[in-house]
């Protein structure tokens, strides 16, 4: 029988019970229990089965004319399924275990069918003009199983299947559900026509734009796309792949490449400026861990799109990176790689003649060398590549994710640190970062958040970097005494904690100058893996009197003998619930120093031990000098540590100063200054003067 006669005896049986096939179709798939394509429900909408696979009910109206996709190496599995009756087939029912099967026709014997675009809608079968489409054979078995199940992949990804019953005479044909079933004849050929458009791969089906192309890893090739509002194609370029080193898996014989937009790399994984199309790559299989043998070139060729009016220098366009965003399946981790820099972007012809348009036409000719040839001539160093980014960038991957151009930023402390300022205080001065690139000139849009330590507050906690690199915050230092830190944080901005791979400070960069080439193509300088870098701002809260603290000052913390804890002297909060003012004393009637009788405001009885303590506020780092008038005896502690060598005896009247002490240099901040003093009899005195040391000690 003619493969003519096996497509119009089908559509007989159809016309014959009553289906009118000249109908338009509805707008929604038409509903089917064995049939999964763009014409029936749940159904790729970029997928389609001919006849005499699946008839079809009407035109197809969600077929899109002139959007066959050529470029692809599909296969056809057909396996029989496992029931004694076409009647319990279900779309989930199970193929059979069965010898030689399942069948897989694949590669040249699947074929591409281009018929003339001029060609009439056929009124009989519904279809379209354009029928470009995909075709495979399959002899069907003698004897035959009852239904066998026809599976269309690219890669993994397995776009639809149909049924057909398989029946033993052209009589039988009389017998099939022609909306369930295609029909096959035992013992002779069955056609398989079917056809996929453009965005049969999409992460939605049909739902665009996207680009996919299979390609050979032995020979290379390139997969693109023009993403919404475009002039010219992003694309991802395989060069001919060696075989994987010793003890690598090997690459897949062929790969198919979706190419899509996804969403801005910032803020989602970076907190750099970036630029441009953020574009997905997807690899059908997947590409082992090693990813490929030879480096692809990637190329987001559309920059302009969301390019807003000098944001950056001219020497920045040779600056501006693309990076990799990788996540981890299964803990959702991020990783993103600042990539080597290739070009290859460029719409007009360079002196050697290459350009982007020549690179993409050559190998989709299979012409390997002259793609090369003209991408090569891309790279090199070119007086005309002095243009925006929109016409020269790329980056060279081993893997494949998602893709974006973002400035490579460092950050140093401007301004702020190091104040000294009350607990819970706002700073005087906002602590201030600089944004620079590798050149040192300044970033503008670097996402800056600010994270203080404690209870303190940062406002705003995130802040983006001004046109001249800069970027502040106003920090509120915590309520307690003591350091305060404000970490300023970019993800994949270099700080002093994390940075690139250059001596210093420097950028997560690959590169330091325009087509820093370290060889031929595919072995530039290795990816850098961006990190989170950091800058810390410290400050100090300070409570207590400020200095000089002169005699007879107040607010003095006290005890007179007891038990005392033994931090008494050392720990910010006081362990005493007395307070009062200098000085402290007794006055004996029969003594004759004057100091005592004149200058006593607070009682301490004789023959007892006076432990008196005070907080004072250090507003930068320095030496005190600590006077004391004593009858009799004194010890002097500074946060806890003798300074005077043990208990200073004293007799006689006490006078101002007749016992000086200087501190080693003390740090900007709260200090406790204690004295434990002890009276041997008669009458009693304490008063303290403390300042800072003068210069001359």
């Given amino acids: 029988m003619s493969r003519r006669l096996l497509w119009i005896l089908p559509l007989a049986v159809v016309a014959c019970t009553g289906v009118d096939t000249t109908t338009p179709s509805a707008q929604n798939p038409v509903p089917s229990l064995a049939i999964s394509d763009g014409a029936h429900t749940a159904g790729n909408a970029d997928f389609f089965f001919l006849p005499p696979v699946v ?38 029912t199970p193929c059979k275990a069965t010898a030689g099967f399942p069948v897989v026709i694949s590669g040249p014997a699947v074929l591409k069918h281009f018929p003339p675009s001029a060609n009439p809608t056929d009124a009989l079968s519904g279809l379209p003009d354009d029928w470009a489409h995909y075709h495979a054979q399959w002899r069907v078995p003698n004897p035959c199983n009852v239904v066998y199940r026809v599976t269309v992949k690219v890669g993994t990804v397995t776009l639809g299947f149909a049924d057909v019953q398989c029946v033993t005479s052209i009589l039988g044909l009389l017998t099939i559900d022609y909306k369930k079933f295609g029909p096959a004849l035992r013992g002779l ?46 694309a991802v370029i395989v060069p001919p792949q060696p075989p994987a080193p010793p003890g690598q898996p090997a690459l897949p014989a062929e790969v198919t490449l979706t ?55 001219h020497n920045q366009e040779h600056r501006i990176t693309m990076h990799r965003l990788d996540v981890d399946p299964t803990t959702g981790v991020q990783t993103l790689a600042a990539l080597p820099h290739v070009a290859g972007c460029a719409v007009h012809e360079t002196d050697a003649g290459g350009t982007l348009t020549g690179v993409l036409a050559a190998l989709v000719h299979g012409k390997v060398t002259a793609a090369g040839n003209q991408l090569l001539s891309l790279i090199g160093p070119n007086p005309l590549y002095a243009r925006r980014l929109n016409q020269g960038g790329g980056g060279l991957t081993k893997g494949f994710s998602d893709f974006g151009y973002a400035l490579p930023t460092q950050m140093t402390i401007l ?97 330091q100058s325009p087509f820093d080439v370290t060889g031929p193509i595919g072995s530039l300088a290795s990816e850098v893996t961006v990190l989170t ?9 300070v409570s207590g009197d400020p200095l000089p603290i002169n005699y007879l000052s107040g607010g003095w913390s006290y005890q007179i003998d007891g038990t005392i804890p033994a931090d008494w002297n050392a720990n910010l909060v006081s362990p005493f619930s007395t307070t009062g003012a200098a000085g402290f004393g007794f006055f004996n009637p029969t ?15 004789p023959n007892t031990m006076l432990y008196a303590r005070k907080n004072i506020a250090l507003t930068s780092a320095g030496m005190l000098q600590i006077s004391v008038a004593i009858d009799n005896d004194v010890q002097i502690f500074v946060d806890g540590n003798d300074i005077g060598g043990g208990l200073i005896s004293h007799d006689g009247c006490p006078t101002q100063g007749s016992i000086v002490r200087t501190t080693p240099t003390l740090p900007a901040g709260t200090h406790v200054i204690a004295f434990r003093a002890v009276d041997r009899g008669g009458s009693t005195y304490f008063d303290a003067e403390i300042m800072v040391a003068p210069p001359s000690f």
């Avoid at 870098?533 to 809260?541: I, K, N, P, R």
């Fill in 259 to 313: 190419v899509s937009s996804c969403p801005p790399l910032n803020p989602r994984a970076t907190d750099l400026p970036v630029f441009g199309d953020c574009i997905r790559i997807v690899s059908n299989p997947a590409l082992p861990p090693a990813g490929l043998t030879a480096a692809a070139t990637v190329l987001v060729c559309n920059l302009q799109i969301n390019l807003a009016a000098d944001v950056f220098s």
């Fill in 533 to 541: 870098g950091s800058q810390t701002f410290g400050a100090t809260g």
């Fill in 55 to 92: 008839l079809p009910t009407g035109p197809l109206t969600n077929w899109t004319r002139n959007g066959f996709n050529p470029s692809l190496s599909p296969s056809v599995e057909i396996c029989p399924l496992n029931v004694t009756s076409a009647s319990a087939v279900t779309a989930t």
């Fill in 591 to 605: 003594d004759e120093c004057s100091l005592i009788g004149a200058h006593t405001n607070t009682p301490w009885a």
């Fill in 415 to 511: 301004s702020g640190d190091g104040q000294v300022a009350a607990p819970g205080a706002i700073l005087p001065a906002n602590p201030t970062v600089m944004l620079t690139d590798i050149g040192g000139e300044p970033v503008a849009g670097a996402r800056v958040t600010f994270t203080p330590s404690a209870d303190g507050t940062a406002t705003p906690t995130v802040v983006l970097s001004a046109a001249d690199g800069s970027a502040g915050t106003q920090w509120k230092l915590k309520t307690a005494d003591g350091g305060n830190a404000l970490v300023a944080s970019g993800r994949g901005i270099a700080g002093s904690d994390n940075n690139g791979p250059r001596p210093g400070l420097d950028p997560f960069q690959p590169f």
């Fill in 189 to 234: 050929p069955l056609q398989i026509p079917f056809r996929i458009e453009q965005y049969a791969l999409c992460a939605v089906p049909g739902v665009g734009p996207c680009g996919s192309s299979t390609i050979s890893t032995a020979a290379g090739g390139t997969s693109s796309f023009t993403p919404p509002g475009g002039t010219e194609p992003d």
